[in-house]
Structures are given as C-alpha cells and as structure tokens.
C-alpha cells in the first residue's frame, strides 16, 4: 500500500501484556495495517539491553511474532519481522550515536529507572541501556516512517529520534523523514492493577497486578477482581486521586469503545465496575488466545512469515541506510 509508512516495535522482555495490546498492538492489527504501508519489528536486539537468558529471549521472540499475527496482523497487508534479522538497524544505530550526545541520552527517563533499578539488583547497567534510543531512532528512521504508534511511556524517546532526524539532515543534508508518535485517546498507559501509579510492565517481577496476554480467561478474571482501589464507595473517575478506579475504567472505556468519565457515572459500585472490566477483558483476549493456540501449533508457517518480512524489510531499509553512510562522510565501497 503506497502513502505513509508506520513502525512500531515490541521487546521481547516477558510475556506480552495488557498495556502492549491496548496502548499498541491492538491498533496495528485494527487500524495501521489497513491505512499504511506498515512495518512491525520484534525488537529482540533491545532485550540485551538489561541482563537476559539466550533461551529465554529466543523463546520470548517466537512468542512475540506469533501473538503479533494472532492479534490479526496479516502478513499480506504489512511487514513483520525480527530486528536481528536485518543488519541495517545495528548500521545505521552508529550514524545515531555520532549524532547524538551523551547528555541527551542520560536524560531519559527510562534509562534512569532502568540503570537504578539495575544497580539496586546489584546488576552493572549495559552501555546499550544508555544508548538503546540510538538503536530506536534507527528503528524508525531506516524506513523512512512518518508514524510510530506507541504506548505514552515511549514519548520521550520518539521526541529523540525526530530531534536526531532533524540534525542529521541538518549537518549532513536531507536524509530522513521526521516522524511523528502517536498515542490512543484511551488507555495510552495501562497501569499495574495491584500498584496502579506504576505501568503495567511486562518484567515486572511481581505479577498479580499484570495482565498477560495469553493468561487463562479465570486468571485474567481473578487478577482484575482483586485490583486495587480505594477507601471510597461511589464511582469517579479521578486519575490524580483514585488512581486504581480510573485505571479500571480506563480498561474498559478501551475494551468497549466508550468513554471513561461516562462510563464512571454508570456504576454504583467497585465490585459491578470490576466484574464487568474482569468481562470485557477476558472476551478481547479470547480471539487473541484462540489464534495465537493454532499459530503456535504450526511454526513453519511463523517462520516463513519473519523470513518474508525480514527480505522487504532489508529492501526498504537499505537504500537509505545506504545513503547515510554516504552523507556523512564514509567512502562507498566499490
Ligand atoms: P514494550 O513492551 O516496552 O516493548 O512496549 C511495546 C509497546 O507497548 C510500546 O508502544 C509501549 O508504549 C506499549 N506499552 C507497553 N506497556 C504499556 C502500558 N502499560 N500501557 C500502554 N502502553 C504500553
Ligand atoms: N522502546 C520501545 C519500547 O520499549 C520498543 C521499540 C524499539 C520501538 N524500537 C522501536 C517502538 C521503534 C517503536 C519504534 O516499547
């Protein structure tokens, strides 16, 4: 589909999440693919950013593309691929750090919580973790892309790679398109349910407030029941200071398609608003479950489409690589 591009991409760090799917994923499947030439990457060169097991990434990266498709990704209308398999994002991630500087990269936000977070475990923070939004901004700029539909915590980082795209082309003359984040209108940032001022992560080390995508109909159901609330009774939706309720009703606004200060005003109590979110998210899971249950049993089929992805994917992304490496002073090889 000619037009606009979009790229978007998803770690394989842990089991896909609530928050993945509702802040992205879900949009990809519903709505980019159908409006764009649209690109989605398993990121998995991002996942050795923080310490991690060889197995359990290989795994987590299968697992990753085969929810992509379950979620209705068709391989006919878009890209899917895995980030290792295309040379061009490690080639073009160096241009960025020659452009970028160090300070701008220690002031991020996810780099500070992750390096703390990483040195309070007594584990030393990977270098990649200070420079993991070079990496990204090449994610994004090797395509050309004028959309990158992410969750809001990936704000920052978009902000990043457009002011790198704007440099680079601005030192070294028009190389690539400036893009531009988008974020959904509701549940841009899904919230543990057990520590609702925290996102809902998928590495999270404690799992009873973490929706995952493939979690059995009554786990989904158990874990939205006990979410967190407040002392209060009645319903409102107030994110400052109820944060639990107004997350809750943020889930379902999404599932539903309604409105979440609307939906406040519909219930009279906690237990009737959470049965309901408990319903709504165990019936927007179950086609993504059932689908994923029979891709998985078939990874012949998975395999082929990251193989195809991965061809157009360096196709599309090489010429302009190509092209930067040239601008910025490096002699062609012949
Ligand atoms: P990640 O899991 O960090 O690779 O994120 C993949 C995509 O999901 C990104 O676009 C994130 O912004 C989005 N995302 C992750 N967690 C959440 C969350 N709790 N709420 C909304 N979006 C999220
Ligand atoms: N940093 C993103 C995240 O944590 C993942 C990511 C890497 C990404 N490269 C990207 C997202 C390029 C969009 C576009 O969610």
């Not at 290792?84 to 936000?109: K, N, P």
């Not at 200060?261 to 906690?270: F, I, K, P």
């Amino acid at each position: 589909m000619a037009g606009k591009r979009i790229f978007s991409g998803v770690k394989p760090t842990g089991h896909l999440t609530l928050g993945n799917y509702l802040g992205a994923m879900r949009r990809w499947a519903d709505e980019d693919q159908h409006r764009a030439d649209a690109v989605f990457c398993v990121v998995d060169l991002h996942a050795l950013t923080v310490e991690h097991d060889p197995a359990r990434v290989r795994r987590l990266s299968r697992q990753a593309a085969t929810l992509l498709l379950a979620t209705g990704l068709d391989p006919q209308r878009c890209t899917v691929f895995v980030q290792s398999h295309v040379d061009e994002h490690a080639r073009l991630s160096y241009l960025m750090e020659c452009t970028a500087s160090d300070g701008e990269m220690r002031r991020m936000i996810q780099y500070k919580e992750k390096a703390a977070g990483a040195q309070a475990r007594g584990e030393g923070v990977r270098l990649s973790l200070l420079t993991y939004p070079a990496l990204m901004a090449a994610d994004i700029l090797a395509y050309g892309t004028d959309e990158v539909p992410v969750g809001e915590d990936q704000a920052q980082h978009l902000e990043l790679a457009r002011d790198l795209a704007v440099r680079f082309n601005r030192r070294y003359g028009p190389t690539f398109v400036v893009p531009k984040a988008i974020h959904p209108t509701v549940a841009a940032r899904v919230m543990d349910l057990q520590e609702p001022v925290s996102k809902m992560g998928k590495s999270q080390a404690r799992t009873a407030g973490i929706v995952f995508l493939l979690d059995e109909a009554e786990t989904v159901r158990k874990k939205v029941m006990r979410a967190v609330t407040d002392a209060h009774a009645d319903v409102v939706y107030d994110r400052a200071e109820r944060p639990g309720v107004a997350n809750l009703l943020d889930v379902l606004a999404a599932c539903s398609g309604g409105d979440p200060q609307a939906l406040a005003g519909a219930y009279g109590s906690y237990g009737a608003l959470k049965k309901d979110t408990a319903e709504a998210v165990v019936e927007l899971l179950r086609p993504v479950r059932e689908r994923h249950a029979e891709l998985a049993a078939d990874p012949g089929y998975v395999d082929a489409v990251l193989r195809a992805g991965a061809a157009r994917a360096r196709e599309l992304a090489r010429p302009r690589v190509d092209a930067a490496y040239r601008a910025v002073g490096l002699l062609p090889a012949v």
